[in-house]
């Protein structure tokens, strides 16, 4: 799956131990429930609009 958009970023969570443990805790709620072996979630944030040409 390829995802392309100038409207979002990839969110740096460094340094922010509490939003980075509730996505592992996620993670781990939809594995058990999807019964996949790993589930990975990545965060995103939106970026500026982008200029008009």
Not at 24 to 45: C, F, M, N, P, S
């Amino acid at each position: 799956m390829e995802i392309h958009s100038d409207l979002y970023k990839v969110a740096a969570l460094s340094g922010q131990e509490d939003a980075v443990e509730i996505i592992r805790q996620a993670e781990a709620d939809l594995a058990r429930i999807t019964g996949k072996g790993a589930v990975t979630l990545i965060a995103y944030e939106k970026t500026e609009e982008p200029a008009a040409n």
